[in-house]
T-cell receptor, first 117, second 110 residues
Framework: DQQVKQNSPSLSVQEGRISILNCDYTNSMFDYFLWYKKYPAEGPTFLISISSIKDKNEDGRFTVFLNKSAKHLSLHIVPSQPGDSAVYFCAAKGVAAGGTSYGKLTFGQGTILTVHP | DGGITQSPKYLFRKEGQNVTLSCEQNLNHDAMYWYRQDPGQGLRLIYYSQIVNDFQKGDIAEGYSVSREKKESFPLTVTSAQKNPTAFYLC?????????FGPGTRLTVL
């Protein structure tokens, strides 16, 4: 049961253009969402997050949008740079049915972003 | 520097052997986690610990064991009962919302 889904395995974008990475979730108990960036053979690094009480959070070139009614979030990178090429994971946190889940994250499968010079 | 360390970076083991992966953090975080990453499958939770001397199974705990005797340390043992142990293993800790990850250990079973 995949509660967090990233339906696009890969995305290719030209340098300077916008990258939009999408993520869908099914569990309405999720109340906090995060995006991580991962290079091969390294641990993921935290990028940006958003609480369910907001619909937008911005940090420099990165903006995350949350549409609770659609259970959908997206990460916008503007402008995209070659150094942004990596795997991007979305993750969600919340109280799971039947118990607490302090700090426990549920991850999507990841999207490989390639930014061409 | 505060952070999470995992050792070794690369690990090889023969089939049928147990192996222990190290994870240490100096972030003073209570909660720690172990994930494995396989191609195209994202990160799957193996075990997690919210406090010293306590831990819970994650989604794929079979064939693995952990201990949490100290706040700073959360070692993972991959036992011979794990059918497909070759993977990239990631340790993480969390203070509140964000999880911080170690650099990972690549385990290869020969």
């Amino acid at each position: 049961d995949q509660q967090v889904k990233q339906n696009s395995p890969s995305l290719s974008v030209q340098e300077g253009r916008i990258s939009i990475l999408n993520c869908d979730y099914t569990n309405s108990m999720f109340d906090y969402f995060l995006w991580y960036k991962k290079y091969p053979a390294e641990g993921p690094t935290f990028l940006i997050s958003i609480s369910s009480i907001k619909d937008k959070n911005e940090d420099g070139r990165f903006t995350v949008f949350l549409n609770k009614s659609a259970k959908h979030l997206s990460l916008h990178i503007v402008p995209s740079q070659p150094g942004d090429s990596a795997v991007y994971f979305c993750a969600a946190k919340g109280v799971a049915a039947g118990g607490t889940s302090y700090g426990k994250l549920t991850f999507g499968q990841g999207t490989i972003l390639t930014v061409h010079p | 520097d505060g952070g999470i360390t995992q050792s070794p970076k690369y690990l090889f083991r023969k089939e049928g052997q147990n192996v222990t992966l190290s994870c240490e953090q100096n972030l003073n975080h209570d909660a720690m986690y172990w994930y494995r990453q396989d191609p195209g499958q994202g990160l799957r939770l193996i075990y997690y610990s919210q406090i010293v001397n306590d831990f819970q199974k994650g989604d794929i705990a079979e064939g693995y064991s952990v201990s949490r005797e100290k706040k700073e340390s959360f070692p993972l043992t991959v036992t011979s009962a794990q059918k497909n142990p070759t993977a990239f293993y990631l340790c993480a800790s969390t203070g509140y919302n964000e999880q911080f990850f170690g650099p990972g250990t690549r385990l290869t079973v020969l």
